[in-house]
């Protein structure tokens, strides 16, 4: 079973930031998963709420501000004094730190509140000038971005996020069409991911920070797990295998 380091190494680092995603970089793990918004100046940030509240100094929607204002923030602190300093980074400098590494980068299409016209563009653009098409998942609650984005890229690897039990979620995953199913932590032990897994689907569930859970996983033959905790958890994984 994979390990992808949830929005970088969060659990260790302030999520989604330069430092989380280097931590997360340096260790001998499948991938990594961040989250996309779009700027009111149409710049792609890293960053998982609509608002900068949680995460930073500051208040106010990311489609609201410009990078110059979203950067005038400091998004490390509330994790930690050491990290203060931490500013919000755009796609481009996220997807630097692993252009020379082998990870699998997850880039979750944030649109399923905002729509952000023109994201899947601005994203398919710059990972096929970034030269990174072929190691890449998008993934999005919002499955008609997905459906569009395969429309757009059909030789990029996409996935649908769900939290909901799905009936047959296989047969909807190919009518999306969708490479993958991303799915919560509560429906992994449903009926749903144990026919979705017979039938052939690719399953990765999230988020997954408790070793039961993750052995349980494992057990049960899912595909990868996305956890805040990577390293931890890579020990963990390595460990049951080598008994």
Do not use: C
């Amino acid at each position: 079973m994979k390990i992808y380091a949830h929005r970088g190494s969060s659990g260790t680092h302030p999520e989604n930031t330069l430092a989380a995603f280097k931590e997360a970089a340096g260790l001998n793990i499948y991938g990594v998963e961040l989250d996309v918004h779009l700027t009111k100046d149409g710049e792609l940030v890293v960053i998982h709420d609509e608002t900068i509240n949680r995460t930073s100094n500051g208040e106010g929607f990311v489609k609201d501000l410009t990078l110059t204002e979203l950067r005038a923030f400091d998004y490390g602190r509330w994790f930690g004094d050491s990290f203060a300093g931490e500013t919000i980074p755009t796609l481009e400098e996220v997807l630097a730190i692993y252009q020379d590494t082998e990870h699998h980068v997850n880039i979750e299409l944030k649109s399923d509140v905002f729509p952000y016209e023109g994201m899947g563009e601005k994203v398919l653009v710059t990972i096929e000038t970034m030269d990174m098409a072929q190691r890449v998942v998008i993934s999005s609650f919002d499955h008609e971005a997905i459906r569009e984005f395969k429309k757009m890229a059909p030789h990029i690897e996409v996935a649908i996020l769900t939290s909901d039990v799905l009936v047959d979620a296989y047969d909807y995953a190919r009518f999306i069409p969708a490479d993958a199913l991303h799915i919560s932590l509560s429906t992994a032990q449903r009926k749903m991911t144990k026919e979705a897994l017979l039938k052939g689907a690719i399953i990765r569930v999230f988020t997954v920070n408790k070793v039961e859970y993750a052995l349980a996983l494992q057990q049960l033959g899912v595909h990868a797990i996305f956890t805040d905790f990577p390293e931890k958890m890579m020990r963990v994984l390595e460990s049951n295998v080598n008994r």
